[in-house]
T-cell receptor, first 112, second 110 residues
Framework: DQQVKQNSPSLSVQEGRISILNCDYT??????FLWYKKYPAEGPTFLISISSIKDKNEDGRFTVFLNKSAKHLSLHIVPSQPGDSAVYFCAASEAAGNKLTFGGGTRVLVKP | DSGVTQTPKHLITATGQRVTLRCSPR?????VYWYQQSLDQGLQFLIQ???????AKGNILERFSAQQFPDLHSELNLSSLELGDSALYFC?????????FGPGTRLTVL
């Protein structure tokens, strides 16, 4: 039972353009959402998060949008850079400090 | 560098053996989490400790156990190892909402 799904296993984008990563969830108890970036042979690196009381959070080139009624969130990266090439994971928790439930990841390739 | 350290980086062992994975959280973080990443299962939560006490358990096998010590470092013990236990094991720590992950231990069971 996958409670967090990332339906696009991969994404290819040109440098300077926007990358949009999507994530869907089924558990209505989730109220905190996070995005992580992962390079090979390294641990996930925290990027940005959003609480369920918000619908948007922005940090530099990264913006996360949350649509609670659709149980959908997305991560926008603008502009995309070659160093952004990595696997991106969406994660959710039922409360701050609780365990994270991860999506399967989306591999992003930014072409120069 | 997240500030979370894990040792060893790689571990190769045989079926039936027992291993211990070690994690040191970021300074000041009271919560430690263990996750397993295998090829077919993605990142799965195993167990959480908070200030020395077990706080939450995920799909952790009975052959696996963990503890958090007074200095807040944590150990994950895996026993009677099977081929299917081969995976990346990550430790994370947090003080508020965001969890910060260590570099992981790659376990290979032959």
């Amino acid at each position: 039972d996958q409670q967090v799904k990332q339906n696009s296993p991969s994404l290819s984008v040109q440098e300077g353009r926007i990358s949009i990563l999507n994530c869907d969830y089924t558990n209505s108890m989730f109220d905190y959402f996070l995005w992580y970036k992962k390079y090979p042979a390294e641990g996930p690196t925290f990027l940005i998060s959003i609480s369920s009381i918000k619908d948007k959070n922005e940090d530099g080139r990264f913006t996360v949008f949350l649509n609670k009624s659709a149980k959908h969130l997305s991560l926008h990266i603008v502009p995309s850079q070659p160093g952004d090439s990595a696997v991106y994971f969406c994660a959710a928790s039922e409360a701050a400090g609780n365990k994270l439930t991860f999506g399967g990841g989306t591999r992003v390739l930014v072409k120069p | 560098d997240s500030g979370v350290t894990q040792t060893p980086k790689h571990l190769i062992t045989a079926t039936g053996q027992r291993v211990t994975l070690r994690c040191s959280p970021r300074s000041g973080d009271l919560s430690v989490y263990w996750y397993q990443q295998s090829l077919d299962q993605g990142l799965q939560f195993l167990i959480q400790y908070y200030n020395g006490e077990e706080r939450a358990k995920g799909n952790i096998l009975e052959r696996f156990s963990a503890q958090q010590f007074p200095d807040l470092h944590s150990e994950l013990n895996l026993s009677s190892l099977e081929l299917g236990d081969s995976a990346l094991y990550f430790c994370a720590s947090s003080v508020h909402n965001e969890q910060f992950f260590g570099p992981g231990t790659r376990l290979t069971v032959l």
